[in-house]
């Protein structure tokens, strides 16, 4: 949905502020290696590159604006996702760390109430805003609620129940990734 707010905050000049991937991984304190990981290990479908770069000729010009903080998991794992479509597809990719920038944010809280990350918020050439994609796809909700059921249920220690959990989570990340593409191009192709 665009709004009056969303023209007035986030606005050609604003966008320009913005990092680039190169940039935002130059200001990196925590994860770098395993943002650069993610990015560089990310192989994207032909017809997926296909699908984006369609899309970003059909509207002319995307700007994405990609908001997150480098210590967050969900973060780690998506960011390199989008910059990696920008970069295969022709979008304008900047990221915005969140905690320097809470009136974008504000904009796109999760259920209205979380300042959940990472976000991704597509504009075209006059900064119309075209969708928005937050933090993590629909199966990784489902799996950690079924997670932390699992968890409960093993009477494990906090210890191991921490390690055991983040074993799965890791070993679920390839999945996660290939979704959020495919909840990307699901959600350009209702705008296209």
Same mark, same amino acid.
């Given at each position: 949905?665009?709004?009056?707010?969303?023209?007035?905050?986030?606005?050609?000049?604003? %966008?320009?502020?913005?990092?680039?991937?190169?940039?935002?991984? $130059?200001?990196?304190?925590?994860?770098?290696?395993?943002?650069? !990981?993610?990015?560089?290990? @990310? !192989?994207? $479908?032909?017809? $997926?590159?296909?699908?984006?770069?369609?899309?970003?000729?059909?509207?002319?010009?995307?700007?994405?604006?990609?908001?997150?903080? #480098?210590?967050?998991? $969900?973060?780690?794992?998506?960011?390199?996702?989008? &910059?990696?479509?920008?970069?295969? *597809?022709?979008? #304008?990719? !900047?990221?915005?760390?969140?905690?320097?920038? @809470? #009136?974008?944010?504000?904009?796109?809280?999760?259920?209205?109430?979380?300042?959940?990350?990472?976000?991704?918020?597509?504009?075209?050439?006059? %900064? !119309?805003? @075209?969708?928005?994609?937050?933090? +993590?796809?629909?199966?990784?909700?489902? %799996?950690? *609620?079924?997670?932390?059921?699992q968890m409960e249920?093993?009477?494990l220690s906090e210890?191991? *129940? +921490? &390690?055991?959990?983040?074993? +799965?989570?890791?070993?679920?990340?390839? @999945?996660?990734?290939?979704e959020t593409v495919?909840?990307?191009?699901?959600?350009?192709? +209702?705008?296209?």
């Amino acid at each position: 949905m665009v709004t009056d707010t969303t023209a007035q905050v986030v606005t050609p000049e604003r %966008f320009a502020k913005g990092l680039t991937w190169q940039q935002y991984l $130059d200001e990196i304190k925590t994860n770098k290696e395993m943002f650069m !990981k993610n990015y560089e290990e @990310l !192989k994207l $479908d032909p017809a $997926d590159v296909e699908f984006f770069k369609k899309f970003v000729a059909k509207k002319g010009e995307v700007h994405v604006v990609a908001l997150g903080e #480098d210590w967050c998991p $969900d973060v780690v794992r998506g960011i390199p996702v989008i &910059a990696k479509i920008a970069h295969a *597809s022709g979008m #304008d990719f !900047k990221v915005f760390p969140r905690d320097v920038n @809470l #009136d974008i944010m504000e904009l796109y809280l999760w259920r209205r109430e979380h300042q959940s990350i990472p976000v991704f918020v597509f504009f075209n050439k006059e %900064f !119309k805003e @075209l969708g928005t994609w937050i933090e +993590r796809p629909a199966v990784a909700y489902k %799996f950690m *609620s079924e997670l932390t059921e699992q968890m409960e249920k093993m009477n494990l220690s906090e210890e191991e *129940s +921490r &390690a055991e959990a983040r074993k +799965r989570r890791q070993e679920a990340q390839e @999945l996660w990734k290939k979704e959020t593409v495919r909840e990307l191009k699901e959600l350009l192709y +209702r705008v296209m």
